[in-house]
């Protein structure tokens, strides 16, 4: 395209956009997803003593694991809330997409107070409610996030812009793992400290936010202010670009006229989206389900069969998340190039054939075949984690923003989050079991997972990569008359085309 060629680098303006738009809402989630495990010893002492303070009797094993358990899985309860909150005030005139990221911060920040103050006041009950609110910043965040980033961002760099929810929240991740280490504040005095540290990043969005304009194509097509639109352009993209973005949103306004903004079950009955649709929830339960969350459940293991101190792991398993931090800013980088079809297949293609391998080097590893299998198991996990984050990790955000237009979108991430929080649920819920009924077997059960959704995106995904909302739209309009002509026998082959 001809924007393509023009744009050599995007507005420095727009970087600095998107910086302040990530560190306060996909960084966030990735740092409270990690950084509740280092301490997980030193606050079970502390429910422990203040069990043992307020009843003058210690608190029972089981009892104990479910105040755990709750403390770390009211965070997903959270997130499922704070998608339909962030869906919600996203469409409303007085909060729009940068109002409520902003309003969000006072979600994070009233956590990391009660969360700071719980060791203090002897409360555990303010860990349970902060992590409950960390959960709801997280939901609204991975919500509004990426819906924002696809406005404000020119078609040529979409997808690079896009990629950057993938990015922080991996980072965000790695930045959980190396906060818990013992040289940072791993230590048992400064776990209250560590998990009010989730302020910091509320503190800078609201410090740099504010400073840049609303998303243009909220402005002109939602409130039908041109000139706050044109303005908008002209600091987030620059005085060259902005007529030609300014044209394309003009274009997307004209194709939704008289159409108002979609609830999400008005898109479970838009039969004109139901590729789309289909598309959001398939990749978004396969995000959670493709088995990167057993990866790192039997990464310690892994790591201690290949020789690795039991009090070395933590630093091996900041390895891999710095791998998967790296891959997701690969993504970024070759998803303008090679495209987003091209790199979320290839990434479960390479899942699919990782699933089987680490299936193989585990049983070996149990018989003791011979000592180089647990190497390759460690070289299975890297690979698996390498897999993820140039692929799925940093592709399906993305797809969950391009496949839609203006009016449908907020639905659309609303069901896209709920689906993908509701997986996580599940998963935490039910890989136990399948753990113990399936053993190492259970990377079975993943790589059908990988493999049926790599030919799902084959067979039913269109390249969206340099193409605006509306030729995206019209190519899925396309694919269903040609379905439509074709017969239902030809049906899901058609959608390709």
């Known amino acids: 395209m001809k924007e393509s060629k023009r744009l050599k680098f995007p507005n420095k303006s727009l970087l600095l956009a998107a910086f302040a738009t990530c560190i306060g809402g996909t960084f966030q989630c990735g740092y409270n997803i990690s950084v509740i495990n280092a301490p997980t010893m030193h606050v079970q002492a502390f429910i422990n003593r203040t069990w043992s303070d307020r009843y003058q009797a210690n608190i029972s094993e089981n009892a104990l694991t479910l105040l755990w358990s709750t403390i770390v899985s009211i965070f997903t309860l959270g997130g499922l809330l704070g998608v339909t909150i962030g869906g919600t005030l996203s469409e409303v005139w007085f909060c729009c997409r940068k109002g409520t990221l902003l309003s969000n911060n006072l979600f994070s920040l009233t956590a990391a107070l009660l969360m700071g103050l719980s060791s203090s006041v002897g409360l555990f009950e303010f860990l349970i409610i902060g992590r409950f609110l960390i959960g709801i910043n997280a939901g609204i965040g991975l919500c509004v996030e990426p819906m924002f980033l696809g406005e404000i961002s020119p078609t040529a760099f979409r997808g690079a812009l896009g990629s950057g929810t993938s990015i922080f929240l991996t980072v965000g991740i790695l930045s959980g793992q190396v906060m818990g280490l013992n040289e940072v504040l791993g230590e048992e005095q400064f776990w209250p400290y560590l998990l009010s540290t989730t302020c910091i990043p509320a503190i800078l969005q609201l410090l740099i936010l504010p400073w840049f304009p609303e998303s243009p194509r909220y402005l002109l097509i939602d409130k039908g202010d041109e000139e706050g639109c044109k303005n908008a352009l002209r600091q987030l993209h620059g005085l060259d670009d902005c007529d030609s973005s300014l044209e394309d949103i003009q274009k997307e306004k004209s194709n939704l006229a008289g159409f108002q903004a979609k609830k999400p079950w008005e898109l479970f009955a838009d039969r004109s989206l139901r590729w789309q649709l289909l598309t959001i929830i398939v990749i978004n339960m396969a995000q959670q389900l493709n088995g990167v969350n057993a990866m790192y459940f039997y990464a310690d293991y892994v790591f201690l069969q290949s020789g690795i101190p039991l009090d070395k792991t933590p630093y091996a398993t900041v390895g891999t998340g710095a791998c998967e931090c790296f891959t997701a800013l690969t993504c970024g980088l070759l998803i303008e190039c090679l495209g987003r079809k091209v790199l ?4 479960y293609i390479l899942m699919s054939i990782c699933c089987i391998f680490f299936t193989l080097t585990l049983a070996f590893q149990v018989i003791n075949v011979s000592p180089v299998f647990p190497y390759l198991s460690v070289a299975c996990v890297f690979a698996f984690v390498l897999s993820f984050g140039l692929g799925p990790g940093g592709v399906t955000n993305i797809l969950n923003n391009e496949l839609f237009t203006q009016t449908a979108r ?52 269109p390249e969206t990569k340099n193409k605006t909302f509306v030729e995206i739209q019209n190519e899925f309009k396309s694919s269903e008359k040609a379905s439509t002509s074709e017969g239902s026998g030809t049906t899901l082959l058609s959608t390709c085309l």
Do not use: D, E, K, R
């Open 410 to 461: 907020p639905a659309a991430f609303m069901i896209a989050g709920t689906v993908n929080w509701l997986s996580f649920f599940l998963v935490g819920l039910l890989f136990p079991f399948i753990v113990i009924g399936l053993q190492h077997y259970c990377f079975l059960v993943f790589f059908v997972v990988c493999s049926s959704v790599a030919i799902y995106i084959l067979l039913v995904v």
């Open 344 to 347: 979320i297949t290839g990434g």
